[in-house]
């Protein structure tokens, strides 16, 4: 299911970024053997002794089980906010994201008033090739009816994803047809994208919008940076906002596009000399010239970091947007005996410079707050507000300062606006009034909008005070009390989102951004620095 990321409109940002990069990583792809079990120490026999006594000698059985599940997340935890600890039934779910596909049925789908509804079937999947439409009402799954029973996202995803070549049978209840219809389908491997979009801002600057470092990102990434040279780009704009990172390799494979051959990309020092590594761009480039800007901001983690860093501290492209967020931790995934699975940090990465940016973590509390103090503290809204201690000054290939210690500061700072912040919007998107109004919309008019054409429907079409009305009669169904003044002030935050979830629905993902980044502050204010690039960074280029 596709969802907008980190939308300046959402009030309760910091609160998300806090809750949804906690867990956030960076995998060393490479790293895959398993160490020599070293001799066990005196703390490790004292623990052993432990469970071995609650295992034989406590009043109840079958406590075990659940004292070492809690020993070990307890364990972990001590160590730093990125060791996890991650059990047998969670590990496929939780890697899911990462490899870049999945296993089920291939529906992009929404909830709407508890009924599953397909929002879309992914091209090429099998529920495309039974013939699933956009609208129909999926009732029944396996003979197990699950309309109108308080059905959630995870309900969803239990009922039709499985492994590859599985069976599953739906009832569907489509628009116009009298009778439910029968479809048995066979599950199959469903791609996830992780570029959301790339196309051409002018006739010179490409835009190319990653949302997480995957198996299959460079993949993705080279097709669209190919297909935009041959579209004539000559300038790129390369967006990581918001992205929480992945797959090492992936970022460094994407950062060597830019760099030319034995430039370094990254480097990484653990406890032992095995986990030490140096990544050195390669002679496969195929941007390494051109002006090019990088767009972070708080939700930038992991291995968008190693992107920005890598490009920032040789001089190649200006980064621009806020502080990112400060991940620079390497994670080496170990499988247990029970299929569970171990996310052990095993070194801390550093860019070109020397930076570590992984910011300190002594006081877990005070970690997982620390992008709720930043908001408060002024940090998104002021540069000014934002101290580096001097024992932590760099610098780039060509001289300039930068600063390690937690996060990548941009060269050009913008901001968060705030002046479209809307409460009444935030309360209908929770609601999913938004995306069920659009969704409506989309179907109702269908044969209009695609005979109108993306780019007619980009250049003409408005979201007017009467669509606005009928979104607001639609948030009082779902209990969303309507708000006439917040509403009349962010009235452009409403029509520009609208417009581009509607856009979504008939012409894909790849016409949501186009619509949504006219109102994206920090990507306006980078195009017009493309003119104003410093000479230390065109000399390169």
Not at 56 to 61: A, C, F, G, T
Not at 110 to 118: A, G, R, Y
Not at 286 to 312: H, P, T, Y
Not at 331 to 344: I, T, W
Request: with cysteine; proline share 4%.
């Amino acid at each position: 299911m596709d969802e907008p990321k980190n939308t300046k409109y959402q009030i309760s940002l910091p609160l998300i970024l806090c809750i949804g990069l906690a867990g956030g990583l960076l995998i060393g792809a490479n790293l895959n053997s398993r160490s020599a079990r070293k001799s066990d120490s005196a703390e490790i026999e004292k623990l052993r002794e432990v469970l071995s006594l609650v295992q034989n000698e406590y009043v109840d059985k079958g406590k075990t089980d659940v004292v070492v599940e809690d020993a070990i997340d307890h364990i972990l935890g001590k160590l730093d906010p990125h060791s996890a600890y991650i059990p047998a039934k969670e590990k496929t779910q939780a890697n899911e994201d990462l490899k870049g596909n999945f296993e089920g049925i291939g529906i992009e789908f929404n909830i709407f008033h508890d009924t599953l509804v397909v929002v879309a079937a992914i091209s090429g999947g099998p529920s495309a090739a039974v013939g699933l439409r956009p609208g129909d009402k999926i009732v029944n799954v396996n003979g197990k009816s699950i309309a109108n029973v308080k059905l959630t996202t995870s309900d969803v995803q239990k009922y039709l994803k499985g492994p590859k070549g599985t069976e599953v049978k739906i009832e569907v209840v489509r628009r116009h047809q009298k009778s439910p219809i029968n479809f048995t389908i066979i599950r199959d491997r469903i791609p996830q994208t992780s570029v959301d979009a790339s196309y051409m801002i002018d006739r010179e600057i490409g835009y190319i919008k990653v949302s997480r470092f995957s198996q299959t990102t460079y993949e993705e990434f080279k097709k669209a940076l190919d297909e935009l040279k041959k579209e004539g780009m000559k300038k790129l704009v390369l967006d990581l906002q918001g992205n929480p990172g992945g797959y090492m390799d992936q970022a460094i494979s994407v950062a060597d596009e830019f760099l030319p051959k034995g430039e370094k990309i990254v480097f990484t020092k653990g406890q032992e000399a095995k986990y030490d590594e140096d990544a050195i761009a390669t002679d496969k480039g195929d941007f390494e010239r051109g002006d090019l800007i990088v767009l972070v901001n708080e939700g930038s983690a992991s291995a968008s970091e190693i992107v920005s860093g890598a490009l920032q501290d040789n001089d190649r492209a200006l980064i621009v947007g806020r502080r990112s967020y400060g991940k620079g931790l390497v994670q080496r995934p170990f499988d247990l005996n029970d299929g569970s699975e171990v996310r052990l940090t095993i070194s801390r990465y550093y860019t070109p410079s020397g930076r570590s940016i992984q910011k300190p973590y002594g006081d877990m509390d005070a970690y997982d707050k620390d992008i709720v103090k930043r908001y408060k503290h002024g940090e998104f809204f002021h540069a000014d507000s934002i101290h580096f201690n001097d024992s932590l000054k760099y610098h780039t290939l060509n001289g300039r300062t930068v600063y390690g210690g937690g996060g990548i500061m941009p060269d050009y700072f913008v901001p968060l606006d705030t002046a479209n912040s809307s409460r009444y919007f935030n309360d209908l998107f929770a609601a999913n009034a938004v995306r069920e109004f659009a969704f409506n919309y989309a179907e109702e008019n269908k044969s209009t909008l695609e005979k109108m054409g993306f780019e007619k429907y980009r250049e003409k079409f408005q979201v007017d005070d009467a669509l606005l009305f009928k979104l607001e009669k639609l948030g009082q169904k779902e209990g969303v009390k309507p708000q006439p003044k917040d509403l009349a002030r962010n009235k452009a935050v409403f029509q520009v989102y609208l417009k581009a979830e509607i856009a979504r629905r008939i012409w894909g993902n790849q016409s949501f951004y186009p619509i949504f980044n006219q109102d994206n502050e920090v990507l306006q204010q980078a195009v017009k620095l493309f003119d104003h690039i410093p000479e230390l960074n065109r000399s390169k280029m």
